[in-house]
Nanobody
Framework: QVQLVESGGGLVQAGGSLRLSCAASGSILSINAMGWYRQAPGKQRELVAGITSGGSTNYADSVKGRFTISRDNAKNTVYLQMNSLKPEDTAVYYC?????????????????WGQGTQVTVSS
């Protein structure tokens, strides 16, 4: 089994910063892309930022220049540094990872999700 455990959410004033972390654990052979998504009340889940195993990154236009995604492959962990936060960044943030794992004696690529962490930005 594989688990993604997020941490670092909370309440912050507009203009402040937060750093989210997501650690993958369990029967992991290797990890491909990792990313952060968010879902605000009444809205669809959207991609915030993604990072490949080689370190290439992509960002939603709404967070470019404010958020930075990074990963530590030795720790199977992905981070999201969020600066200059705005009230519209308020959402539940989910970690996502494409992980090669061994199931039934075969190698399988599975898309895993974390449980989500709340980020609230007050004005």
């Amino acid at each position: 089994q594989v688990q993604l455990v997020e941490s670092g959410g909370g309440l912050v004033q507009a203009g402040g910063s937060l750093r989210l972390s997501c650690a993958a654990s369990g029967s992991i052979l290797s990890i491909n892309a990792m990313g952060w998504y968010r879902q605000a009340p009444g809205k669809q889940r959207e991609l915030v930022a993604g990072i490949t195993s080689g370190g290439s990154t992509n960002y939603a236009d709404s967070v470019k220049g404010r958020f930075t995604i990074s990963r530590d492959n030795a720790k199977n962990t992905v981070y999201l540094q969020m600066n200059s936060l705005k009230p519209e960044d308020t959402a539940v943030y989910y970690c996502n990872a494409d992980i090669y794992t061994c199931q039934a004696k075969s190698v399988t690529l599975i898309d895993y999700w974390g449980q989500g962490t709340q980020v609230t930005v007050s004005s």
